[in-house]
């Protein structure tokens, strides 16, 4: 992997890539709170197999500019950016995979700039869902697992709790970075599926993890190595968490933004959406209606359940890796021409 910088109307962009420069394009856009790090394990593979695999820092993270307005991360504003870093690559179409608020903003991408997708993958995050506003995921909650009398925000709790006390939960992030990342950062439990999800109950509890730092001691080699917690580590203790925090602000905003959609919001492109089954927040099997737009939406849909938590592309590469390639043979039919091998004959 390579590291990269370039700049845009807006400020910087910082991002990884992989590959040789005239291979189909894969930009991979990361969500809270990660960088384009959090695709460490996609961009060599995508590379070898002869792609153009490039991951960004999202405004706000990492090496790329942070902005001081809340504003500045709504979904036009960060979509217009990507479109302008997509052109700043000398491309006018990629391949577009994004996970948690990546994949929010690649559903806007592929829904306001069609003309600018191949395809679009969504690890997690379904379509028609979370652009629609913390409203209308609290609508599709499921009131036999999160009662309205007790937890009238469901799973969501969280996302209301930024919108009612985010420099508290900006400040508890920004103390506590360390235990953050070992806290957060860990595989899905099956065993889980009965607990509420980690999201829910935030207001009750005081804040995220009780407003107490995880007790945590050591990360989860199922989703971190050393390296990569110490980078995750470094890079927010330096810009802070309110360039992340910010995109859960812009909700309202957001779904005027998703209101201008064209097409009437219609996906015509082939479209890859990767559920997680441990994931208790964003989950779409037994949570069935937070796919249920998704499914009448996109015209050219592929769907794979991948057994993993949340961190899907850290915690399981290997099967995320293989649905996505395959997927870009099949459905999308994009193909990328394999490098020379680097081999010698044996000697005889």
């Known amino acids: 992997m390579t590291e990269n910088y370039v700049d845009i109307s807006r400020g910087g962009i910082r991002y990884l890539a992989s590959g040789p420069t005239e291979g189909p394009l894969l930009i991979f856009i990361h969500g809270w709170p990660e960088l384009a790090i959090s695709y460490r394990h996609q961009l060599p593979i995508f590379g070898a197999l002869g792609f153009r695999a490039v991951a960004v820092d999202m405004p706000g993270s990492g090496g790329s500019v942070v902005h001081k307005e809340q504003s500045d991360y ?196 082939p479209v890859l959406f990767l559920n997680a089954a441990y994931d208790y927040t964003c989950e779409t099997q037994r949570f069935w209606r937070q796919g249920e737009a998704m499914r009448i939406r996109c015209k050219n849909l592929t769907a794979v359940n991948i057994k993993s938590g949340h961190w899907m592309q850290q915690e399981k590469p290997t099967e995320v890796n293989a649905a996505i390639a395959h997927w870009l043979a099949t459905s999308a039919q994009i193909w990328a021409a394999l490098p020379e091998p680097d081999w010698k004959p044996l000697p005889e």
């Not at 577009?96 to 690649?106: E, L």
């Not at 036999?144 to 985010?166: I, K, S, V």
């Open 74 to 269: 709504s979904m036009e504003k960060i979509n217009a950016d990507l479109i302008e870093f997509l052109s700043a690559l000398g491309r006018d179409k990629a391949v577009w995979i994004g996970h948690d608020w990546g994949s929010v903003m690649v559903w806007g991408i592929a829904s306001h700039y069609p003309e600018h997708c191949h395809a679009v993958a969504s690890l997690c995050v379904a379509y028609a869902w979370a652009e629609r506003g913390i409203d209308h995921l609290i609508s599709l909650v499921d009131r036999d697992f999160y009662p309205e009398a007790t937890d009238p925000n469901g799973q969501w709790d969280y996302w209301r709790f930024y919108l009612e006390r985010f420099d508290e939960a900006c400040a508890f992030f920004d103390a506590n970075v360390d235990k953050i990342f070992k806290g957060l950062f860990v595989r899905g439990d099956p065993a889980a599926a009965d607990l509420p999800a980690l999201t829910a109950g935030i207001f009750r509890a005081g804040g995220w993890f009780g407003g107490k730092p995880p007790e945590a001691e050591q990360i989860d080699p199922a989703v971190l190595d050393e390296i990569a917690h110490a980078a995750y580590v470094a890079a927010f203790k330096k810009t802070g968490f309110f360039g992340a925090d910010s995109f859960y602000i812009n909700t309202y905003t957001n779904v005027e933004y998703t209101d201008r959609s064209v097409n009437d919001g219609i996906l015509e492109m």
